[in-house]
């Protein structure tokens, strides 16, 4: 009784404070029933957040991304996956190996999107309940865009990135051992994540020089032995993603032609919106960071931007900036009772408006994800049941475009729901991202025997348009005997707007012949 009541007091004293002494204290001697009450505020957001996330996950059509992962895992044994065909992907492995040990233990495709999710909550419940920071951030954090969509909703390997950064974060002051194992997995996550990997171990080996005279024999044992294990882990990462010479520049090279415009594009797309206010977001962060005198913890951020600026980025790359700063804050926030440092408001400010921003941005994806098609996979999976069914002969082709140079890869999209490879000319059950993949010459050969249904991939940089009937593509089979028999189309949601809109769109060949009945 006595406990509870120093617990209520201290809980009072610590939220006029503003600080979390008071909640550590409690949370190092008090009962799991006093700890609770004390933080039901971060137990209710958590609660939110884990609602919102469920309510999504249903509604969320998955597109040719998430499934491209989900096919290599499936159809590949575990050495043929890293040995050959996940350094086509541009990435390491980590996220294929989980899909990989998922689809052993026989979890379904939406099984997949669970998984994820419950990886997202993890990752909260470590912000929420060991960050140091205020409430104000604490509670309104986890509804930003990429926290609370983004990563969590689309299951792809971004979603392991906010969970170990935040591992990270934990482990940065306490455990050497720890830090080696969360740098080493975040740098097998993604390309973008390992430029982030590389440039927080910089960081800590620097500060850990820099303190080396106050560093025991046993000390230097255990830094060894960390740094060993993540260089192990960082050269597996290298190994698993070396680029084969037969890969497709299309999956390789940058968005923009100039390297300063690309890099500068990945720190202010997905902060805040317009451009300005990322601008100077980034200034305030900076001076923040310089008043603190920590301003060489600004390199990943750096790394981040120098790899976006000669390799392919899109939008959800520019969002691991937001896990990152979180870890990059959580590492060098000032302890509870520190004076005030100077620019502290100012951040706070610049946060509040990236958080509000977020959040709008993160409403209106929700919204978009349950009233609109993000993809139209499922609804081409369903259209084409009855034809797989029957054994129909099912050929892909695409439309050419300045903007897209991603061949037929969206059809993959379709393919999870179906238990083998429904195309005539796909020669595996994902996309080969090589210049030798065969596809569309097989398509041109198939195409003087009919097969029965055409589907033909139509992609745009933003909102679905009407689809371009003259294009060479129509023209050719419309002239070959093909009608138009149906048409799918979704599109994702990007700040405020829609954008990446993809349209399956289905021509059959009226006649029934040998070869389109085989």
Same mark, same amino acid.
């Given at each position: 009784m006595q406990l509870d009541a120093e617990g209520a007091q201290v809980g009072r004293r610590s939220s006029r404070s503003g600080d979390h002494a008071g909640l550590h204290s409690i949370a190092a001697t008090g009962s799991a029933q006093t700890r609770i009450r004390l933080q039901w505020p971060e137990w209710c957001v958590l609660a939110l957040y884990s609602a919102l *996330?469920?309510?999504? *996950?249903p509604y969320h059509e998955p597109f040719a991304d998430e499934a491209q992962a989900w096919q290599l895992a499936r159809s590949l044994p575990l050495a043929t996956l890293f040995q050959r065909f996940i350094r086509y992907e541009g990435s390491p492995g980590l996220w294929h190996f989980l899909l990989w040990t998922m689809n052993r233990i026989h979890f379904s495709y939406a099984g997949m999107h669970w998984i994820s999710g419950g *990886?997202?909550?993890?990752?909260?419940?470590?912000?929420?309940?060991?960050?140091?920071?205020?409430?104000?951030?604490?509670?309104?954090?986890?509804?930003?865009?990429?926290? @609370?969509?983004?990563?969590?909703?689309?299951?792809?390997?971004?979603?392991?990135?906010?969970?170990?950064?935040?591992?990270?974060?934990?482990?940065?002051? =306490?455990s050497p051992l720890g830090l080696a194992i969360a740098l080493g997995l975040l740098a097998n996550t993604?390309?973008?994540?390992?430029?982030?990997?590389?440039?927080?171990?910089?960081?800590?080996?620097?500060?850990?020089?820099r303190d080396r005279e106050g560093i025991t024999r046993r000390d230097r044992l255990r830094l060894m032995l960390s740094s060993l294990l993540v260089l192990a882990f960082y050269a597996f990462a290298i190994w698993t993603a070396w680029p084969p010479q037969d890969l497709a520049l299309s999956r390789v090279r940058g968005?923009?032609?100039?390297?300063?415009?690309?890099?500068?594009?990945?720190?202010?797309?997905?902060?805040?919106?317009?451009?300005?206010?990322?601008?100077?977001?980034w200034v305030i962060v900076g001076?923040?960071?310089?008043?603190?005198?920590?301003?060489?913890?600004?390199?990943?951020?750096?790394?981040?931007?120098?790899?976006?600026?000669?390799?392919?980025?899109?939008?959800?790359?520019?969002? @691991?900036?937001?896990?990152?700063?979180?870890?990059?804050?959580? *590492?060098?926030?000032?302890?509870?009772?520190?004076?005030?440092i100077q620019f502290g408001k100012a951040l706070h400010v610049a946060l509040g408006v990236m958080i509000a921003t977020q959040i709008l941005w993160a409403g209106y994806a929700y919204a978009f994800?349950?009233?609109?098609?993000?993809?139209?996979?499922?609804?081409?999976? &369903?259209?084409?049941?009855?034809?797989?069914?029957?054994?129909?002969?099912?050929?892909?082709?695409?439309?050419?475009? &300045? =903007?897209?140079?991603?061949?037929?890869?969206?059809?993959?999209?379709?393919?999870?729901?179906?238990?083998?490879?429904?195309?005539?000319n796909l020669p595996y059950s994902f996309w080969?991202?090589?210049?030798?993949?065969?596809? &569309? =010459?097989?398509?041109?050969?198939?195409?003087?025997?009919?097969?029965?249904?055409? @589907?033909?991939?139509?992609?745009?940089?933003?909102?679905i348009q009407p689809i371009?009937?003259?294009?060479?593509?129509?023209?050719?089979?419309?002239?070959?005997?093909?009608?138009?028999?149906?048409?799918?189309c979704g599109s994702q949601p990007q700040r405020l707007e829609s954008a990446i809109s993809i349209c399956d769109v289905f021509l059959e060949y009226p006649q029934q012949s040998t070869s389109a009945s085989r």
């Open positions: *996330i469920a309510f999504a *996950i *990886i997202a909550v993890c990752g909260m419940a470590l912000f929420l309940f060991k960050s140091p920071f205020p409430r104000s951030l604490k509670l309104t954090l986890p509804f930003t865009y990429f926290l @609370l969509f983004q990563y969590p909703v689309v299951a792809r390997n971004y979603v392991l990135v906010p969970l170990l950064l935040f591992l990270v974060a934990m482990a940065w002051k =306490k993604a390309l973008h994540a390992a430029a982030i990997s590389g440039g927080l171990a910089i960081v800590y080996t620097t500060e850990r020089m968005e923009h032609p100039h390297y300063l415009l690309s890099a500068l594009q990945s720190l202010i797309w997905g902060v805040c919106q317009p451009p300005i206010l990322s601008a100077a977001f001076l923040w960071f310089v008043a603190r005198r920590r301003v060489l913890y600004l390199l990943p951020v750096l790394f981040f931007a120098g790899l976006s600026g000669f390799a392919y980025f899109t939008w959800w790359h520019a969002g @691991l900036l937001v896990p990152l700063l979180i870890c990059l804050l959580w *590492i060098t926030w000032p302890e509870p009772g520190a004076a005030p994800d349950h009233y609109r098609a993000f993809s139209p996979d499922r609804a081409a999976a &369903e259209f084409l049941e009855p034809y797989v069914a029957r054994n129909t002969s099912i050929a892909v082709t695409y439309v050419r475009s &300045e =903007k897209w140079h991603g061949y037929a890869y969206p059809a993959v999209g379709i393919l999870p729901y179906f238990d083998h490879n429904i195309y005539l080969w991202w090589s210049n030798a993949d065969p596809t &569309e =010459k097989r398509f041109q050969a198939l195409l003087p025997t009919h097969p029965r249904l055409v @589907l033909v991939e139509v992609v745009d940089p933003g909102p371009r009937w003259g294009d060479p593509v129509f023209t050719s089979l419309f002239r070959n005997g093909y009608q138009y028999r149906s048409a799918f």
